[in-house]
């Protein structure tokens, strides 16, 4: 009687160097899925920095952004452990000649499906994230671009273009005899230096009988007075007449209720020169 034994062929070079690459390959995947998640992590932080150099109001959460970075992580480090396991395995099958043994890509196609659905839920986040940021963007730039009532200073609407605001302006205050100080145009200056901005242009004026009193009821109004009207144009072509309003004035120096109709006589002269 014969009895055949079956002898297993040993596992060559090549085998080793394939099972070698196939092992920094997946270490290789591992590690770029770790960077990657990193990355998607700390994009919501960077979010957070520029929603706080805008100045904006509205706070905004972008967690989710964390969440998938931290899959991200979590799925290189399994990628890693597994490749470490599974070069371990083959190695030891490979020298007990155990060659013919096939190894299935389940892990691999798993991994594929999971990275393309992380891909896909990224897509719509950071489609979310640009739709509320531009909307926030845009909210803050009408926010700079409407003047704000809050800071004592009161902006009419001009239906004239800035030149043309500043000359009626200018009629009105030679017509009851006020002193006009100084014309301060800054766009004009700016244009000297090779710089643009729209046209600003702040006029100074003020009567010396309705001045006097007031500085010597409440000495620190000297440093708001002669009064002064910005006339201004924003980015939307739309032209402002701006003054500090006669109660911030009062509160803030004190002013005597009996000399308000000293400095109120800004906003009659405003509310002309708008029409």
């Known amino acids: 009687m014969v009895v055949r034994t079956e002898t297993k062929s040993k596992a060559g070079l090549s085998d080793y160097l394939a099972a070698e690459r196939t092992l920094l390959a997946w270490i290789r995947t591992g590690l770029a899925l770790m960077g990657f998640g990193f990355v998607v992590a700390r994009f919501g932080l960077f979010l957070q920095q520029i929603q706080s150099l805008q100045h904006s109001s509205a706070a905004q959460s972008y967690g989710l952004s964390l969440w998938f970075g931290t899959a991200l992580i979590a799925a290189g480090v399994v990628v890693n452990v597994f490749a470490g396991g599974h070069h371990f395995r083959l190695v030891r099958q490979l020298d007990q000649g155990d ?21 896909l839920v990224m897509v719509i986040y950071l489609i979310s994230v640009r739709s509320s940021t531009g909307s926030q963007s845009q909210t803050v730039k009408e926010v700079w671009m409407t003047p704000n ?10 239906h004239q273009s800035v030149d043309q605001t500043l000359e009626k302006l200018q009629a009105m205050l030679r017509a009851k005899g006020v002193v006009v100080f100084a014309l301060v145009d800054h766009s004009g200056e700016a244009a000297k230096v090779g710089m643009k901005m729209p046209p600003t242009k702040v006029l100074i004026f003020g009567n010396p009988t309705a001045g006097t009193p007031l500085m010597l009821a409440a000495p620190s109004i000297a440093i708001d007075l002669p009064l002064k009207i910005l006339i201004w144009e924003d980015i939307r072509n739309r032209v402002w007449i701006s003054y500090n309003a006669p109660e911030y004035l009062q509160k803030r120096h004190g002013v005597p209720q009996d000399l308000m109709q000293n ?13």
């Open 263 to 275: 400095i109120a006589v800004v906003e009659t002269l405003a509310a002309k020169a708008a029409e």
């Open 149 to 158: 009532s809050d800071n004592g200073i009161v902006s009419v609407p001009s």
């Open 99 to 119: 060659t013919a043994k096939s190894h299935p890509s389940t892990v691999a196609i798993a991994i594929a499906f999971f990275l393309a659905l992380v891909g």
